[in-house]
């Protein structure tokens, strides 16, 4: 599904990813954990093809089968649109929109119909226990109901990977509680793979596999 290797990345002279190599599996849940300044969100941005590495001749990126370093950028934010999810710490929500507008936006995107994409996405609502929230907007949405919102606009284009930054870390224990539970049910249903960066340490142990980062490399 997921294999990267050797990935690079400086900030001007800091060396922040040191030459990480990574392989994950489809179905795989993969908690990716490490003190602050580690290079954790750094190496999701890279994996998600939201940032650039800082390419080595050996430096390359395969998400299923597809080079995306090859890829120009036009051809890399469609691939990202159909076949990556995102689930951020702070919703990123847009505020103008209802739920169901919210979950929509990334089919739009991808030029998929109307008619259709509002079927699936009160769909998706509707599994997420949020049907009669449906015509709010974010304002109006708890915490938690927020988080549940992201996750269906991260998986209205049912893509292979779900890239995950902390995703309850703005959360209650119960809505937190909640969501990690949604991850693992989302997976056995629905064959998505995460990789996710957190600090919550009882997500990182109950993932498949945890990948702990020091000093810009992954140490186990």
Sequence with gaps: MIIAKNIHKFYEKLHVLKGVDLHIKKGEIV?????????????????????QPTLEKDSSLLINGQDVF?????????????????????HQLLPEFTALENVCIPAYIAGKEKTST??????????????????????????GEQQRVAVARALINKPDVIFA???????????????????FQLRDEFGQTFV???????????????????????SN
Excluded at 131 to 143: F, M, Q, V
Excluded at 167 to 180: I, Q
Excluded at 196 to 218: F, P, Q, S, Y
Aim: avoid cysteine; proline fraction near 2%; glycine fraction near 10%.
């Design 31 to 51: 908690s990716i954990v490490g003190a602050s300044g580690a290079g954790k969100t750094t190496l999701l941005q890279i994996l998600g093809t939201l940032d």
């Design 70 to 90: 090859k890829m120009n950028d036009k051809t890399i934010s469609k691939f990202r649109n159909l076949h990556l999810g995102f689930i951020f710490q702070f």
């Design 118 to 143: 509002e079927i699936e996405a009160k769909r998706l609502l509707d599994y997420l226990g949020l049907s009669e929230r449906a015509n709010h907007k974010p304002g109006e949405l708890s915490g």
């Design 165 to 183: 930054d902390e995703p309850s870390g703005n959360l209650d224990t119960a809505s937190a509680e909640n969501l990690h539970q949604l991850f």
């Design 196 to 218: 996710i960066v957190t600090h919550n340490e009882e997500l990182a142990n109950r993932a498949d596999r945890k990948l702990i980062m020091v000093d810009g490399l992954i």
